[in-house]
């Protein structure tokens, strides 16, 4: 059987973060956020996975348009 993948998550994690920030509460990165280590690598982890995701999305363009219709 294969291990399950820590990325649900960290997504989970990440959208908790986003709704900290958007709804003015603190947010303690020794805390409940200790495994996103602090504001700059959020922000760092963001833009790589979203110059990964347009990356993709010009060499698979199909799948992309694909998605939008789901």
Known sequence: MLA????????????????ALAHGRSVDFKG????????AQ???FLYDFTCSLVM???QEPRLIS?????
């Not at 399950?4 to 709704?19: D, E, G, T, V």
């Not at 694909?66 to 789901?70: A, G, H």
């Open 32 to 39: 409940d956020f200790a495994q996103l280590d602090s504001h």
């Open 66 to 70: 694909d998605l939008r219709e789901c």
């Open 56 to 58: 993709y999305a010009l």
């Open 4 to 19: 399950q993948s820590p990325a649900p998550k960290l997504w989970k994690k990440l959208y908790s973060y986003r709704s």
């Open 42 to 44: 959020v922000v760092e």
